[in-house]
């Protein structure tokens, strides 16, 4: 069994300062990296607390009952998220995801959601807005979100089989109630497209070869039909506390292999620009891809990085913001927020850090030297998947 990694540095106390530059952006209009690409999401975490204990994200052994969480003055505040998603809208931002640790513990969330739904684009056009979630309290709180103006729900579940559930989860919740969730989303109407189909409710299953590799033709088996999209996620190296091996890892070719042993699966076209799921719909008798069947995805970070049009920002729970999920400190955005920083401040702040942005660890990993020390990163608890 491979070492646990205890984090010495806590990187919700580190931030790189914040500047608003003298100079104003440059360019067409469209913000660019220095790759290039455009900023179009913005993933929020609104807590740091999770009450699964998934070992590739919050193992018992570092996140236990000594563990200390961020006070509440530290996290930014409804008023203060939206603030900063309102400024990160008027640079390019499109679709908003709300993460934690686990979201549906943050209190009166419902709140926010209907703070952030009330967003336009500057063309006056409403915001692709969802919100990942373990499913533990969904099942209660599906209508309150929906109401609230939630769009769409990604619920994240590791196995179909109880056992295999409780083990991956390590606070032994059972696989039912997630499920119980998910159709209380469905009946909330929380992913129904224009033709009637779920297709933005999504489950994403993280794949550890050595643990639930056999659930992947179950899980299959049971969402194919629903209109539901089912994910298959490459576990990832994310942070430095959950014992990653290479070993570990199933490629995602090896995961579509498998399920065509099965199904008849066809490629699909991306939905949008800077997708990181790979899509495969079931096919019909005459092979095309049924949408009553629904589909599936595979995302590939590990196998087949794409950090080529990558589009994705991301906000800690308490406004540190960070340019790549495998990033190892982040930009101190609050501090700027509450020292009354204009708005036009604001998005210059965040403009120049997203103009000098040239991150793209996945395509880096390959290159590191065999038995080279990783560099530092942030736990994916912190910033969300």
Not at 259 to 278: K, W
Request: aromatic share 6%.
């Amino acid at each position: 069994m491979s070492e646990r990694i205890i984090p010495l540095l806590d990187q919700r106390h580190q931030g790189l300062a914040m500047k608003v530059p003298t100079n104003p952006m440059t360019g067409d209009g469209v913000l660019r990296d220095q790759r290039h690409r455009p900023l179009h999401d913005l993933r929020i975490s609104v807590t740091d607390r999770c009450n699964f204990r998934c070992n590739y994200c919050m193992p018992k052994e570092v996140f236990d009952s000594h563990y200390t969480y961020l006070p509440h003055s530290d996290l930014l505040s409804f008023e203060e998220i939206t603030r900063v998603a309102r400024v990160f809208v008027g640079l390019g931002v499109r679709k908003l995801r709300l993460t934690g640790g686990e979201p549906l513990l943050r209190k009166n969330l419902e709140v926010l959601i209907e703070q952030l739904s009330a967003l336009k684009t500057p063309q006056g056009k409403p915001l692709d807005l969802t919100l990942t979630t373990n499913g533990s309290l969904l099942k209660r709180k599906a209508q309150d979100l929906r109401r609230a103006g939630l769009q769409r729900v990604t619920v994240s579940l590791d196995g179909i089989d109880d056992a295999v559930f409780r083990a991956m989860n390590d606070v032994d919740f059972p696989v039912a109630d997630v499920l119980d969730g998910i159709e209380a989303a469905r009946a909330a109407g929380l992913g129904l497209d224009a033709h009637g189909r779920f297709s933005g409710l999504k489950i994403n299953m993280v794949v550890k070869r050595t643990t639930n590799l056999d659930q992947i033709l179950p899980m299959a088996r049971h969402f194919r039909g629903s209109g539901m999209t089912l994910r298959f996620i490459e576990y990832m190296d994310v942070g430095t506390t959950n014992g990653w091996r290479m070993d570990d890892v199933l490629p995602s070719a090896e995961v579509i292999r498998l399920l065509q042993t099965e199904f008849a699966l066809v490629p699909l076209e991306p939905s949008a620009p800077g997708e990181t799921a790979q899509r495969w719909g079931y096919a019909d008798t005459q092979g095309r891809h049924d949408p009553a069947l629904g589909e599936v995805g595979v995302i590939s970070s590990v196998t087949q990085a794409f950090c080529h049009d990558c589009n994705r920002a991301r906000l800690s729970t308490e406004g540190k913001l960070y340019l790549c999920l495998f990033a190892g400190q982040g930009h101190d955005l609050r501090g700027l927020l509450r020292q009354d920083a204009s708005d036009e401040q604001l998005a210059a702040a965040i403009g120049q850090v997203w103009q000098q942005r040239d991150d793209r660890y996945s395509e880096l990993r390959g290159q590191q030297t065999p038995g080279q020390p990783a560099p530092r990163r942030v736990e994916m608890s912190y910033i969300g998947g």
